[in-house]
């Protein structure tokens, strides 16, 4: 599924979307399809979201690919042991 | 200022023009537009044909370039005019954009960008991936300083009266930030509840989502904000200032009062608040009807301002200003308010069955109200009072409840939602009617309102047409109660004596300083302004906390930044236009229960819940793009970051200008038949530049689409190049080279992958490119002979590629591929027309810098003085691009000493 939304708009919504991905990170790492699904959302905007969260220290990816070509990226505890998701 | 050159540009043209003349000994101004020096190769992978990285080799020459003796670095900057005086030197205007950062205080910790809450497309990563209104532009940045930013006061903010950042706490609100959202309006008033109920919200009226399908519910997000803040704490998390021995006495507690406690307190005053009413609040507690703002709400309120220690002492009328002051208070500051209601001026007004609509509303909150119940009620007057007073009535049981008004609906100076809400609660209009007497029958009850109709007549001094009576059109209307709102203003009786009184009957201040022609005597509030509302008290009582602050420590009753010294609004327009489209977003429902004939006080709106606050927050379009929610301020370790730098402007004198303002890259979409901007997994050279750059946006090569590591990836060469389709038909000749240079660096990061270019010849005109190209081969990559005719998607995001297959038969074939590179190629950089004032600078016919004698003088423009060094005069390579600076450094040498311009020149004739 992906979308033809504006770059500008869906890279605006990446603050409203930290929640949603955390908690789909909640049980552990997963693709960014698989974030997509889990979220409802199409999963080329995904991918600027966990880029976004990427960057700024939210997610991480796993070193190595699945056998289908997928990183997997995983919540970054916070020092106090508590994720970013409220 | 003077220097012997001025250079524009800091890519690798302008800073190798800038060092060598440097070296030289030439004084040199260098102007760059964006926040680092650098240009476009700081942000490449690495260079042909030697595969060396493109920051390790560019980034001691952006350090060179900004530490050398001889050269004054302008980041962040722009060069608006440049003009030619007499005597053949230049007279420039630069301007400095504000970065709102300290830079000899920034460390580049990068903190500020992690806790902001506005992301935008990063330009320097080619909109692959967010970055955040505050940001340092790249890793490699030189100098490595934040920048915040900031294209103007979004739309709200500038809007509200208050100066509440309105953009700042939607922000915080999308962030999930609700306490942090709470104590940013906090920061400006104690009433965030009260606010969030009652204010009319000017800000949604202005909101820039308005103009697509609804403003953001920015009111009603305040109020989220509130409830949760006080469902979860107990107080309001704000310690008093450390005590400083200086005390004021405030003479009223209402928004404006109270506001300034708040103020005050927090600076370390003592202060006390004086009321005559039996309860703080002013006109929040005496006249806002319940149904709009609950009583606990404006308790909670004015908790936060006993909490700061304010003493706040009730039915207490203070009439002698004086001896406050003889008492020993430092300071007074009025804020009585407009506690008088002005009369009809009719006959039969004494009678006790015309109530004043203040009078009526205070006894509706004092449970002191008449029962109305099977009684007919007129109410005179257009204005939110007469609302409040009409929908009080409903609920009082009133069985007819009339509004009569001298104006039409248009003119009524009531709140349009309060209008509409009043009407749904069975509330009647009679418009352009004044009443004339109150008719009384002989046991003195009131029987009806004589009124005369009135028709509009030529616009009064407030704009608003003058109403007329029509001689013989008067009739009553039949009723047992009339209720005048047709006004309200101060009772400033007991302190004319002390002080001027304005012909509105206000106290007579300063309008910037609120402060009286007795110095210890400040007013705000409606006592100033007349009756105005909550955020325009609010607004005043912080200015009078702020002035007053300043006057007890001697210092200039000015910069008040809240208000006085905001960034100029962005213009809508542009926000707008920032985005071709936008995707319809559903209005979170206003959910109001309006019934018909209301019985009781209860409250009608219901609080958003927290999944409809976060969306609706979510619709915010960042209008000024950083939304002043304060977080990296308040985080910021080394405090270098202020919102309330200005830009400026300078002039200087120069005696040469190099241009090296560069190139612009081909915009893709120009090409729709390929799908850029369209299909996620076509992307431009540049972008993939980034994803191999070591400071890549992904975690390596990714398909956009679902970030899968892809297995065939193809090129499509010249795009937007040797192209009469879309204007240029002119190589670009960096496209195949650095297609190249990306084939051999995916085959290495990506060792499973396929590459493929088609191509229409590979020009590979250097030295040692062809032998690159040979390599590549060598290594796996395929090239195809032929154009690309278009690019479609498959449902699973791949694509195929519609080419002619010239070496095979010259048939069209078709490929599948899962990511498609298009080699986009170069356009000039149009900005350097509007540079030159009186004179244009030559441009060719392809709109790129002139060099009118480039076979002899490379370098030189039609400007004697003016040269041009890198891709600004067409399209180049690093290698050419520091070789052409190098000519331009030598016409500039050969300029300054021929001319005998120089400063040292210059200065030795002064001696
Ligand atoms: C995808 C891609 C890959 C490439 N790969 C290679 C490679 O491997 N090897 C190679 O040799 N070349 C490569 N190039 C070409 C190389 O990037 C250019 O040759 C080089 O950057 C040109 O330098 P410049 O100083 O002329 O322009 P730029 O690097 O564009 O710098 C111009 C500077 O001027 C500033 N500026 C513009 N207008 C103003 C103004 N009005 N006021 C102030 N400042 C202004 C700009 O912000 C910019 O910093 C590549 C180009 C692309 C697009
Ligand atoms: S937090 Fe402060 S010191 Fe750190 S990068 Fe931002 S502005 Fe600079
Ligand atoms: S004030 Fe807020 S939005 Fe603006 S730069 Fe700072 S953190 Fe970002
Ligand atoms: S879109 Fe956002 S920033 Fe713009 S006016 Fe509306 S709430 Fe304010």
């Known amino acids: 599924m992906s979308t033809t939304r504006e770059v500008r708009e869906i890279i605006r919504e990446e603050p409203l979307m930290h929640g949603d991905i955390l908690r789909a990170l909640s049980d552990g790492p997963h693709t960014v399809p698989e974030i997509a699904s889990a979220i409802g959302k199409p999963s080329d905007e995904t991918v600027f979201w966990v880029m976004g969260m990427r960057r700024y220290g939210m997610v991480v990816e796993l070193a190595e690919p699945t056998d289908e070509g997928f990183f997997q990226y995983a919540a970054v505890k916070k020092a106090d042991g508590e994720d970013e998701a409220r | ?911």
């Not at chain 2, 409830?227 to 107990?234: G, L, M, S």
Request: charged share 25%; hydrophobic share 40%.
């Open chain 2, 1 to 911: 200022m003077k220097y012997d050159a001025l250079v524009i540009g800091a890519g690798i043209g302008g800073m190798e023009s800038s060092l060598k003349l440097g070296d030289m000994g030439y004084k040199v101004l260098l102007v760059e537009k964006e926040a680092s020096v650098g240009g476009r190769m700081i942000l490449l992978s690495k260079v042909f044909p030697t595969l060396d990285c493109a920051s390790c080799i560019s980034g001691p020459k952006m350090s060179s370039t900004i530490n050398h003796p001889n050269i004054t670095t302008v980041t962040y900057g722009e060069v608006k005019t440049i003009r030619r005086d007499g005597d053949g030197r230049f007279h420039a205007t630069v301007r400095q954009k504000a970065r709102y950062v300290d830079p000899a205080a920034c460390t580049g910790c990068q903190e500020c960008e992690q806790v902001c809450t506005v992301a935008v497309p990063d330009e320097f990563n080619s909109d692959l991936v967010a970055r955040r209104a505050a940001h340092i532009p790249f890793p490699q940045a030189v100098p490595k300083k934040a920048v915040i930013t900031r294209e103007g006061t979004s739309s709200c903010t500038d809007t509200c009266p208050a100066g509440i950042k309105a953009h700042g706490y939607v922000s915080l609100i999308r962030s999930g930030k609700y306490e942090e959202a709470f104590q940013l309006v906090l920061d400006a008033t104690p009433l965030v509840g009260s606010l969030g109920r009652a204010c009319y919200a000017p800000c949604e009226a202005e909101c820039t989502r308005g103009d697509l399908e609804a403003p953001l519910p920015i009111r009603r997000l305040k109020r989220f904000i509130a409830e949760r803040h006080y469902a979860t704490h107990d107080g309001p998390g704000v310690q008093p200032g450390e005590p400083n021995g200086k005390s004021v006495a405030i003479v009223g507690s209402g928004p404006a009062g109270l506001t300034a406690a708040w103020q005050l307190a927090r600076k370390g005053y003592r202060v006390k608040i004086l009321d005559s009413a039996p309860e703080p609040g002013g006109f929040l507690r005496q006249a806002i009807p319940v149904y709009r703002l609950p009583q606990e709400v404006v308790e909670q309120d004015i908790r936060n301002v006993t909490a700061l220690g304010v003493e706040i002492v009730t039915d207490t009328r203070v009439d002698d200003l004086q001896a406050l002051e003889r008492e020993g208070y430092d300071a007074v500051l009025l804020a009585t308010g407009t506690p008088k209601a002005t009369s009809l001026g009719v006959p039969g007004e004494e009678t006790t069955a015309v109530v004043s609509g203040l009078d009526f509303l205070r006894d509706v909150r004092f449970a002191e109200a008449p029962d109305l119940e099977g009684k007919r009620v007129v109410i005179v007057g257009g204005g939110n009072v007469a609302m409040d007073a009409a929908r009080s009535a409903r609920r009082l049981g009133a069985v007819d409840t009339l509004v009569a008004y001298r104006r039409g609906r248009e003119e009524m100076p009531a709140h349009v939602a309060e209008i509409e809400d009043a009407a749904k609660e069975g509330v009647r209009f009679e418009f352009l009617v004044s009443p004339v007497t109150v008719v009384v029958d002989a046991s003195g009850n009131v029987t009806g309102l004589r009124c005369t109709r009135m028709k509009l007549g030529e616009p009064d001094a407030s704009g608003r047409r003058r109403p007329e009576p029509i001689p013989g059109s008067e009739f009553v209307i039949k009723c047992d109660l009339v209720i005048p709102a047709i006004g309200l203003v101060p009772d400033t009786g007991p302190f004319d004596s002390h002080v001027a009184v304005s012909r509105n009957r206000g106290i007579q201040v300063d309008p910037k300083t609120l402060q009286s022609e007795v110095p210890w005597l400040f007013a705000a509030g409606d006592v100033v302004s007349g009756a105005s509302d909550i955020t325009h008290a609010v607004g005043q009582g912080r200015r009078a906390a702020h002035m007053i602050d300043r006057w007890l420590n001697g210092g200039e009753l000015d910069g008040f930044e809240a208000l006085d010294d905001r960034l100029a609004a962005i213009d809508k327009a542009k926000v707008l236009s920032r985005q071709k489209s936008y995707t319809h977003r559903d209005p979170v429902k206003l959910d109001v229960s309006h019934v018909p004939a209301p019985r009781d006080f209860a409250e009608i709106e219901p609080v958003l819940t927290e999944a409809e606050a976060h969306f609706a927050a979510g619709g915010c379009l960042d209008c000024g793009v950083c939304s002043e929610c304060g977080q990296c301020v308040a985080t910021c370790p080394a405090n270098a970051i202020d919102l309330s730098q200005h830009e400026q402007t300078f002039e200087v004198d120069v005696g040469a200008v190099v241009v090296s303002t560069g190139f612009k890259l081909f915009a893709a979409d120009a090409k729709p038949e390929y799908g850029w901007g369209k299909y996620p997994n076509v992307i431009t050279g540049m972008q993939m530049d980034r994803l191999l750059a070591p400071t890549r946006p992904f975690n390596t090569v990714l398909r956009p689409s679902d970030g899968k590591v892809p297995d065939r990836i193809a090129y499509i060469s010249c795009t937007g190049s040797r192209d009469k389709t879309v204007g240029n038909p002119l190589c670009s000749k960096i496209c195949c080279m650095y297609s190249v240079k990306q084939n051999q660096l995916i085959m290495g990061a990506l060792p499973l992958a396929d590459v493929t270019m088609h191509y229409i010849d590979v020009r590979a005109a250097g030295k040692r490119y062809d032998e690159f190209y040979e390599e590549s081969k060598e290594l796996g990559a395929a090239y195809i002979k032929g154009r690309v005719a278009k690019v479609t998607e498959k449902p699973d995001g791949n694509l195929i590629l519609h080419y002619e297959d010239i070496e095979n038969g010259g048939g069209l074939a078709e490929a599948e591929y899962d990511m498609v590179v298009l080699a986009v190629g170069v356009q000039p950089n149009r900005e350097v027309e509007r540079l030159f004032e009186g004179e244009p600078l030559g441009l060719d016919e392809f709109a790129y810098v002139a060099e009118p004698n480039d076979d002899l003088n490379p370098g030189q423009t039609s400007i004697p003085g003016v040269f041009v060094a890198g891709t600004a005069s067409g399209a180049k390579d690093i290698v050419d691009s520091i070789t052409h600076a190098g000519a331009a450094v030598a016409q500039v040498a050969a300029h300054l000493e021929k001319a005998a311009h120089t400063l040292r020149v210059l200065k030795e004739v002064a001696r």
